[in-house]
C-alpha cells in the first residue's frame, strides 16, 4: 500500500475508535512520525492531506522543516537535550517529552531570554519502569505546583509510552492511569490540561478509547524503519 493508501486506513481506524468511544469526530489528531524517513516521505503525506509530524532528533527535523510547506505543524516527541533546546523552541510547535523538573526549569529560562512561551507536553513513566525516561506518577503530582508555575511555559497535557505489550488491550490500563492523572492535576495551579499523547501504531486505537487527544503513527504509514548501525 501507498502512503497515502496507509494514511487513509489509518485515518479511518482513528474515527472508527472516536466513534465507539462516543467521541466527536476529529477529537483526535494524528501526528505522523517521520523520524528517520526521508523528506520525500514527508511531502508523499504532506500531499496526502497531513500536517502534524512529529521528529524524535532536533537537528533530523531541521533537515526537513525546510522541505515542507510553511502549514504543517512539527512536534518534537523524542527526549531533548538541553543543548538543543533553544532550537527546539525555535522551530517547533509542541514538545511531548518533558521528562523532568530540571529541563522543565531550563526550558522556562530559555523561554523567558527568548521571549517565548513554548507549548510542551510532560512525559510520564505511567509502568514505572527504570530503564525509561519520565516522571513516575507520584513524583509528578509531588512536583507538579512548582511546574504549575513555570510562567514561561505552556503545560498542555501529558505523554506516555507504556510498557511493552503484545496484546493492545493490555496497555488499556496504562492509558487509563495518563487519564485519570491528567484529570487530576488540570486546573490545579491555574493550568488546562487539555492534551493527552498516548497511543502509537500497535495500540492507537485502545488509546483514543481511554482518552488520546493526539496519536503517534509511523511504521503504519510509513513502513518499517531501517536504523543505521552504531559506529
Known sequence: MSIQQNLEH????????????????GSVRLVAVSKTFPAEDVKACYDAGQRIFGENKVQ????????????????????????????????????HAVDSLRLARFMDTVAQETGKR????LEVNVGNENSKFGFFPEVLEREWPELSSLNHLEIAGLMCIPPPVENPEEARPYFRRLRELKEALSGRGGATLTELSMGMSHDFETAVEEGATLVRVGTAIFGGRSYAPAS
Do not use: C
Open 60 to 95: 533530523e527535523g531541521l533537515g526537513k522543516i525546510s522541505s515542507i510547506p510553511t502549514d504543517t505543524e512539527w512536534h518534537l516527541i523524542g527526549p531533548l537535550q538541553r543543548n538543543k533546546v533553544r532550537k527546539a523552541l525555535e522551530y517547533f510547535t509542541l514538545i
Open 10 to 25: 489509518i485515518l479511518s481506524r482513528i474515527r472508527a475508535a472516536e466513534l465507539r468511544s462516543g467521541r466527536p469526530e
Open 118 to 121: 513554548p507549548r510542551i507536553l
